[in-house]
């Protein structure tokens, strides 16, 4: 079974930048899409990126089209959420998840394996 865990979060101010970064332990993921979602206190958990296994194709939620940009090295077995030009409203947990499946998915239900979660904060 594969275990993601993400890093990379904290407190910025808002149009400052952060890294989240997820890897896997259990087992290599290079084979298996992996995705981003965040929660809101109080919301569902919503869709924010997905890439491919090999990293050809990407996905974006229309509100981090742009801003955000997912990469991922299979060697390391870590894939890399590059986040710029942050506003209040990205404020969330930050969930990494891996699914048993090499083509992207937006639905939260195609992931397999999901991590803790990770906080950031951006200050108006």
């Known amino acids: 079974q594969v275990r993601p865990v993400e890093s990379g979060g904290g407190l910025v101010e808002a149009g400052g930048s952060l890294r989240l970064s997820c890897a896997a332990s259990?087992?290599?993921?290079?084979?298996?899409?992996v995705g981003w979602f965040r929660r809101v206190p109080g919301k569902e958990r919503e869709f924010v990126a997905t890439?491919?296994?090999?990293?050809?194709?990407?996905s974006y939620a229309d509100s981090v089209e742009g801003r955000f940009t997912l990469s991922r090295d299979n060697a390391k077995n870590t894939v890399a959420l590059q986040m710029n030009s942050l506003k209040p409203a990205d404020t969330a947990v930050y969930y990494c998840a891996i699914r048993d499946l090499p083509r992207i998915a937006r639905m939260e239900t195609s992931y397999n394996y999901w991590g803790q979660g990770t906080q950031v904060t951006v200050s108006s």
């Open positions: 890439i491919s296994w090999s990293g050809d194709v990407t």
């Open positions: 259990g087992r290599t993921f290079s084979n298996y899409a």
